[in-house]
């Protein structure tokens, strides 16, 4: 039904930093969104999903944490199952990311998927593709195994860059410790090949790209720059939009956010590592999750935005930033407790938007149709 979607003053504390690296305060209040916005239910009765696609095929692809896999038929609503995996899920774990090979459509038709599994009592995360027949998935193939895993903080999510080289992002699986340390992939974003063999001219040799991360949830390319974009939970502080660097250090645990001494010690280790600051922090934490690009005029004044679903904050945020992707300027929260937790956005290819509610995740209070995928246009 039609709805106007309305941005509300942030209760969180909102603080960015210009390109100098200078904090220059809160992002400000933008008031009433100008867009008129529309929503419509597309799919109900789903468990926990965690990513939305957009596949070669026109559909929208979608997995649900207990391990399903599905297509969803973006005009009709039409859900249907292709796969499963054999996931292991409490709490946070079990299936989260899903990227396409940059050949599906012509040569190469693999899926890749990142989840949770339970070998001998310990939780560990791994990568793992799958063919795709036309029909249904088969074949998994084990690419990376035996990541440190955790009942929390396993990240996700998987994205394939123009380079054709595939990033996942991992969480620190509740070990402060790994993030900073460099023989595991733990709390990291890694860049890959194709068959999951660490990336030629990656910084430490392996398939580390950056490290001190604590809980990546979200993970995409910028359209025009092509940089890669990073959304991830803070503690109850610091949720932070970084923009990747390779070989960069982006500081957790001994950094929260900024470095500016909020936190005992950080002062310090700032002054001795050279740590890549975020773009933008968000405190108290919203629970920053998926996120993509609007690189459409179908809305107007949202193309180049960052959009970003939250967990705890209930909300979509939309996050503007400067031409060239290094400036976050401006921000807008939209659908405020409107449709509980929400863990995924998809733009399309016409500029509506889909959003994955999260609120059969343990931590929401479902509503009868729970959880659900939304679609969103604009006029």
Known sequence: MPILAFAFLLFATSIIRCSSGDPV???????????????????????TPWDLAWGP??????????????????TTGQITEVGALPVFEQSESGLMGMAFHPDFATSSPFVYFAYSYQPT?????????MLWNGASLSGEEILVDDIPGASNH??????????????????????QSLAQDTNTLAGKVLRMNLDGSAASGNPFGS???????RN??????????????????????DDEVNRIEAGGNFGWPNVHGFCDGNISGESAFCSTTDTVEPLAVWTPT????????YDSDAIPGWRGSLLFTTLRG??????????????????????LDRFGRLRDVLVGPNGEFYLATSNRDGRGSPSADDDRIVKVTGE
Request: aromatic share 6%; glycine share 10%; hydrophobic share 35%.
């Open 57 to 74: 095929d026109d559909m929208i692809w979608v997995t649900e944490r207990r391990g399903v896999v599905s297509r969803v038929n973006p």
């Open 207 to 213: 398939r580390i790209y950056s490290y001190g991360h």
């Open 286 to 293: 919203v629970a920053p999750a998926g996120a993509d690009f």
């Open 25 to 47: 305060g809160p992002l400000p209040d933008p008031g009433d969104s100008p867009a008129t916005l529309t929503t419509e239910t597309l799919v109900t009765g789903l468990d």
């Open 154 to 175: 396993d990240g996700s999510r998987l994205a394939v860059g123009s380079d054709r080289l595939l990033y996942m992002s991992m969480g620190d699986a509740t070990d």
């Open 314 to 335: 209930r909300a979509l945020y939309r996050l503007v930033l400067s031409a060239d992707g290094r400036t976050a300027i401006d921000q807008e929260r939209l659908f």
């Open 121 to 129: 009592g310990t939780i560990r995360n791994r990568l793992v593709r």
């Open 216 to 237: 990546p949830q979200g993970l995409v390319f910028h359209p025009v720059t092509g940089d890669l974009f990073v959304t991830e939970h803070g503690p109850s502080t």
